[in-house]
C-alpha cells in the first residue's frame, strides 16, 4: 500500500480508477429511484460521495476527494444532456461549464503528487479536531462540497431539462462565467511560476497584485453566472441562485479564512492584508 501511495503514475491511476466507480455507483443510483429528478440527483450525487469517501478512508487521505469539485458539474451536465435537442442556452451551459471544469481539474492533475500528500487544510482540520475528524472528514470536506457544487450545476440542469431559451442577457452572464473561469486559469499559471522562483513571502505580481485571492473570485463568480444566466431564462426560478449563495458563503466563512490564517503566519502579512484587497481591487473611502 505505502509504495503505491508513494508512486505519482500508481496513485493518479487510483484516483482514476475511484472516480469511475464512484459515477458509476452516482448513476445506477439515479435510475434506480423514482423520485423527482432533483432528489433522485441528489441522493445519486450523494451516494457516489460516500463512495468516494470510502476510498478516502483505505488510503487515508482525504484529499482522494480532491478532483470531486471540478469532476461532479460536467458528469451531471452531460448525463442529462445525452439524448437531449439542446437548445442554444443548453449548449452554452455545457461548453462554459465544461471550459471551467477542464481548467481546474487540469490544474489538480498538475499539482497532484501522489497518495502520500494530503492538502494541508485537511491537515489542519485533522491536527485540531482529533477524535472528532472522521465526522468533520465526512460532513466537512466531503459532503458540504457535494451539497454546494450540486445547488451551483442544479440551474444548468434544470435549464437542459426544460429547454430554456437563452436571450442577451443569459449569454452576458455566462460570458462572465467564462472571463472567471479563464480569471482562474491565469492565476494558477501565475502562483505556480512565483512558487518556482520564490523571491518573497507573499506574491505580488498579476492578478494577485489587486487581489489575496483571485482564483477564489473566479470560482465565486463563475457561479453567478451560470446561476444568473439560467434566472434571466426563468425568472420564476429564482430558487436556483442558492447554490451560488452557498458557494460564495462557504468561500467567505471558510476558505478565505483559512487561507489568510495560514498567511498571518508569515512576517509582513498584516501590511501585506493592508495593501492588498481581499477579492475586488477596490479601494477604501478616504473617510474609513
Partial sequence: MNRLKQNHAASFVVVTLVYIIATVVGVLTYRALTLDWWLSLLIADVAATVVTFIFSLIFKNASVYAPYWSVQPPVILVAFAIGRELTLLGVLLLVVVSFWAIRLTSNWAYTFGNLTHQDWRYTMLHEKTGVFYPIINFVGIHMVPTLVVYGCILPAVYAIREGLSANIASVLFLCLSLCAASMQGIADIQMHKFRKNRTAPFIRIGLWKYSRHPNYLGEILMWWGVGLSVLCAAPSAWYLTVGAVANTVLFFA?????????????????????????????KKSLHT
Fill in 254 to 282: 471558510v476558505s478565505i479564512p483559512m487561507a489568510d490564517k495560514r498567511q498571518s503566519r508569515k512576517e509582513g502579512f498584516a501590511e501585506y492584508k493592508k495593501q492588498t484587497r481581499m477579492l475586488l481591487p477596490i
